[in-house]
C-alpha cells in the first residue's frame, strides 16, 4: 500500500477523535458566537449580525475578567515554576526516601481540584478554619481569609500554586534526570559553585522542560474554573471570577449561549495569541554565553 | 618504579597515591591502593569493569570522597580539597560537552567561571582549537560533531585549564576500533611528556599498553600489580594479570601438586619430537600471522604462528623454560619455576 | 428499547459546544441506562431529584411502586447543592434527550426552564385549579406566561432564628433586632448579632428580596416586555435595604466573614451558639436539633422581621415536580406528579422530614401541629405574603448582578446608593437588551415551541401506546 496512504490511515482514529472532541465544538461555538440564541428566544439560534461580539468590546466584566485571569495566570504560573524548580531540584537530590518523598510530594496534584477546594475553603474558614485557630492560639483576631478582592485573590492563587506546583515540579524533575551527572562534575571540576551550574547548566538545558511547563499551565490557569468556583465563586463581587467562570454562568445559569460561545471563543484566542507569545520566545535557541 | 631521592624540603613532584580506600556501606570498591605517578607520565588503569578503577578516578578528582588515605599532587595534600580547587581536568567516558553551547563556548565556559580575563581566555582557547585541529567547528555544536571530533574537544576543553593532573576515563571506548588505533598516537603526543601526571582509565589492554607508560591492573577493589607492559606482560605476578594481558589469553594448564603452569600462545612451538602431543582443532588465519586452536593431555591451547607456517593434523608441541609462567593454583600468586 | 432515540423535540437543532461533555458522559451512561431497565411492561416514571429528596421519599416510592404494578417511579438521585443540581439537568436538556420524564425544580428555575421550552404545562393534566387548595404563598412561582409548570412539594420561607436563652421574644422588627443584637455583644454574651448569606450566590439573592421588602421596596415590577417586567434597584427601599446590611457589617452586627457565608457557614456559626440571630431556611431547625450543639433546645423560630412600618415577608424557597417536554407518557408522568405533591405524601414528609407542607389542610391537621412546632411559624410565612423571586427568564443574570453588586458593597468601600444605582442600571441595559433580541416573534415563539413540544409530548406518547 501507499505508505502514505497508510499514515494517514493510522492517523485517522486520532484525527477523527481530535476533530469530535476539539475541532467540532471550536466550530460550533465559532458558529454560535454569531447568533442570538437565549432563554428569550427559546434556545433556537437565530443571526446578529455580530451583536455579541460589540457586546463583548464594551462588556466592562469580560475585560475586568480577562485581566484577572491575565493576572492570576501570570502570578501562579511564575510562582509554580520558581517553586516547582526548586522542588524538583530538591527531589532530585539523592537521599534516603527520596521515592516516598517524590509521591507525597505529588499528592496535592492527584487530588481532584473540587476536593481540594473545599479543602483550602475549610483551612480559610472565618472563624473556625485551622488557619483562624493558629491566629487565635497567638491571640489575634479572626481573620476574614475570602471577604476582600486582594486577599481573596491571594489564597486563591496560594491554592492553586499547591496544588499545581507539583506537577511542575515532576515535569522538571524528569528534565532534571535526563541531564547527564557528568556534565554538573565536569563543571564541578572547573570550580563552579552551585549557583553557576544552575545558572549556566542547568537552566538551560532545561529550557525545552521549562517551555512545555509554562505552556501546560498557562492553558490550564487561564481556563481556570473549577477551584474559583469552589472556592470563591469569583467572588467577592465578582473581583476573582474568570473568563472560564463567565463563560460557564452564561451558558449554565443565563442560558445565553450566543453570549457564551462568543466569550469561549475570545477566551480560546487570547489563550492561542498567548502561547503563541510564549512558544515564539522559548523556542529561541539556548542564549550563547555572552561574550 | 625507582627514581631519585627528592632534595629536603622541596616537593616532591608528581601524583602520589597513599593507602586510598573508599567503602560505601559494607562494599569496600577500592581497597588500600598505593601508586605513583611522576610529572609528565601516564600510568593507565586496567582492570574489567567495577574494579574500582573509575572509583579511583573520582576519588582523585575529589567527586567522591575517600574512606581513608591520602591523595598528594606535588608534594600537596589534596584528598579533603573541595574538586573545583584541585586544578584536575577530567574527560569523561561521554566527553560531558555541554549540549547548549558551541565548542567554542564549551571550551570557554571554564575559564569564564574562573573570572579570566577576555583577551587571555581568546588566545588560549584559539591555541587550544589551532592545536587539536578544531578551528573550523569552533561555532559547532556538540551535537553536530563525530565522535572522534567530540572526544578531541573534551580533550582541548581538559588541556585548556592547565591543569596540574590529567584524568581520562575510558575516552576511547566510544569511538570505533579503527578510529581508537589512529588516535591513540595523537592522544599520546597531546597528553604525555607535559608537565602534569596523566591517570588513564581503560579497559582495553591493547589502548593500556599503547598508551601508557606505566599500567597498574585492578581487580575488586585491589591492585593486583603495577609496572610497565613489559614488566606485567613478562613477569605478571598472579594468574589474573597474566590471563588479563595479551591477546589471545595465556595457556593455563590444569593445576598439579597444587601449582598450575602458564603458557603464551606465542610461546608454543610445534617440535619435531619429545614435546606435548597435540591436534589441531581449528585454525583461524589473521593476515600477519595464524591461531591454532589445538586439543592437547592438557586441555584446550591456542598457538600463535607466522601466517605462512602449515602444520600437520597432528604434532608434538614445545617452548623454553624462561617462558614459562608458575602459578600457586589456589591463590593464584606467581611461583619461582620449579 | 431505543424510546431515548425517540425523544427528540422538533425545533431543538441547537447543540452547543459545551454539551460535548454531556455527551461523553451520557455515551458512558446511557447504554447503563438501558440495561438497566426492568423488562416489565409497566410505564416507568423516572424522576431526577437533588439528593435529600431522594432520601425523604425513598420508603413513600417503595410503597407507591408495590401498589401501582403498572406505573413504576424510578428516582435518580441528583447532586445536593441548587445549583449543581441545575447544571445536571441543563446539561441533559441542552442535548434534546434528557432520560427523565419528572424534574424536581427549584421555585427560581421555573420562568427559565418554561421560557427554554423545556417543560410541558400542567394545567391540561391536572386541571385549571390544581393548586387551588394550596396556602397562598405556596401558589406563587409555579406558573409563568399564562401556563402552570410545577407543583410544589414544599413550602419552605426564608426564616429568623433566634435565641430564647438570651431574650424572652423574638425582635418585632430590624431596629429591636440590631438593639438586642448589639446588647448581648456588649454583654458579651455572643460574638456576633445578626448572620445571614453574603456569599455571591443565589442566597444573597433571597436575602436582599427580603431586604427590600423590608424597607418598602421590591425587587421586580412586573409588567410587560420580553422580560415579563422591570427591576427597581435604585429605589429608596432598595438602597436602604443594602444600606442596612452594609451598616451591620461596618458596625461589627455582622461579622466580615458573613460576605463569603452561604447557608451552611451562618447556621454553623450560629449552632456554635457564636451569634444571636440566624437568617435561614426551615432545614436550619433540623441541623440544629440534630446537631446536639451548645444551643440545643434555646433555638426560636419566627418569619423575618422588616423596618418599622412595613411589612415582612420571606423569600419563598420551594421545590416542585415540573413535567419534562418530551416525556412518551405525560399522562402517567402527572399521575405521579399528583401523587408524589399530594396532601398523603406531604403529610408523610412533615412526619418523618419535618417538611413544611404546600396543603393548607396540613397546616390545620391536629397530629401534625403537635407533632411540628415550626408548622405555625411556617404557615404565617406562606400566608402573609412570601416573597417570589422576579418571575422573569432573566433572574438568573438579573440575580447575578445584583450579587456581585452587594458582595461588592460588604467587601469593598463604596454606598449602598452607588452599588444599587449600578445595579439599576445594569439591570435595565439586560432588560433592554433581551427586548431587542432579533427573534421570530418574542414570547409568541417560546409559547409555540413550548406548546409544539407539549404536542409532540403527547404524540410520541399516543404513538408508543399505539405501539404498545
Known sequence: ???????????????????????????????????????????????NDGANWQRLLGDARFWQDAASTLRFAGVSVGLELGLGLAMALVLHRPGRGRGWLRALALLPWALPTTVLALGWRWIYNDPYGPLNAILKA???????????????????????????????????????????????????LEGASPGQILRRLTLPLLRPWISLALLFRLAQALGVFDLVQVLSRGGPAGSTESLALYAYHNAMRFLDFGYSATLVIATFLLLVLLTACGWLLLRRRPLEISR | MIRSMPEPFSPIPGLRIEGLSRRLGERSLLADLNLEVGPGECLALLGPSGCGKTTTLRLLAGLDPASCGRILLDGDDITRQDAGKRRVAMVFQSYALYPHLSVADNLALGLRIRGMAAKERDSRIASVLELLQLGELSL??????????????????????????????????????????ELRPELRR????????????????PEAMGMADRIAVLRDGQLQQGGSARELYERPANRFVAAFLGRPAINLWPAAAG???????????????????????????????????????????????????????????????????????????????? | MARTGERRRPGRSQRPAWAALVLGLLLILLPAALLARPVAAATTVRVLMPSPFVDATASLVADFNRDHPQLQVEVARGPLDTEAMSDLAIGGLLLGDTPYDLLMMDVSWTAKYAAAGWLMPLEGLLGDNALEAMVPGAREGNAFGGHLWRMPLNGDTGLLYWRTDLMAAPPGNIVELE?????????????????WQGRPYVGLSCVMLEMIHAFGGQWWQPGSGRAGGQTQLDSAGAIAAADWLVHLVRTGVSPEAVADFAENEALQLFAAGDAAFLRNWPYAWREIERGGGPVVGKVGVTTVVSAPGHSSGGTLGTWGLSLLAGSPHP???????????????????????GYAPTWASLYEDPELKLKHPLLAVQRQALEQGPEVRPLTPLYAQLSDLLQRQVNGLLTTDGTAAGAMGKAQTQSAVLIESAAGEHTASGPLLKQAVSKSSHASGRLQAQRRQGVA
Request: with cysteine; net charge negative.
Open chain 1, 1 to 47: 500500500m501507499n505508505p502514505s496512504l497508510v499514515n494517514v490511515l493510522l492517523m485517522a482514529p486520532a484525527l477523527v477523535l481530535l476533530a469530535i472532541v476539539f475541532a467540532w465544538p471550536l466550530l460550533d461555538s465559532a458558529w454560535l458566537s454569531t447568533q442570538a440564541s437565549s432563554v428569550l428566544t427559546g434556545l433556537a439560534p437565530l443571526a
Open chain 1, 138 to 188: 497567638f491571640g489575634m483576631a479572626p481573620y476574614g481569609f475570602l471577604t476582600t478582592p486582594s486577599s481573596t485573590w491571594l489564597f486563591t492563587v496560594i491554592a492553586d500554586v499547591w496544588k499545581t506546583t507539583p506537577f511542575v515540579a515532576l515535569l522538571l524533575l524528569a528534565g532534571l534526570q535526563s541531564i547527564p551527572a557528568e556534565l554538573e562534575e565536569s563543571l564541578v
Open chain 2, 140 to 181: 559547532r555544536r556538540p551535537a553536530q560533531l563525530s565522535g572522534g571530533q567530540r572526544q578531541r574537544v573534551a580533550l582541548a576543553r581538559a588541556l585548556l585549564r592547565q591543569p596540574r593532573l590529567v584524568l581520562l576515563d575510558e575516552p576511547m571506548s566510544n569511538l570505533d576500533a579503527q578510529l581508537r588505533e
Open chain 2, 190 to 205: 597531546l597528553l604525555c611528556g607535559r608537565e602534569q601526571p596523566v591517570v588513564y582509565v581503560t579497559h582495553d589492554q
Open chain 2, 259 to 338: 601449582r598450575q603452569l602458564g603458557l603464551r600462545p606465542e610461546h608454543l612451538r610445534p617440535v619435531p619430537a619429545g614435546g606435548l602431543p597435540a591436534r589441531v582443532q581449528r585454525r583461524e588465519w589473521w593476515g600477519n600471522q595464524q591461531l591454532f586452536w589445538l586439543e592437547s593431555a592438557q586441555g584446550e591451547l591456542r598457538m600463535l604462528l607466522p601466517a605462512e607456517q602449515e602444520l600437520p593434523e597432528s604434532l608434538q608441541l614445545g617452548w623454553q623454560s624462561e617462558h614459562e609462567h608458575w602459578f600457586d593454583s589456589h591463590s593464584g600468586d606467581r611461583l619461582p619455576a620449579p
Open chain 3, 179 to 195: 438593639a438586642v443584637a448589639r446588647q448581648l455583644q456588649a454583654e458579651g454574651k455572643v460574638r456576633w448579632g445578626y448572620v
Open chain 3, 331 to 353: 399522562r402517567e408522568a402527572a399521575e405521579v406528579i399528583r401523587w408524589l405533591t399530594g396532601p398523603e405524601t406531604q403529610k408523610a414528609l412533615v412526619l418523618d422530614q
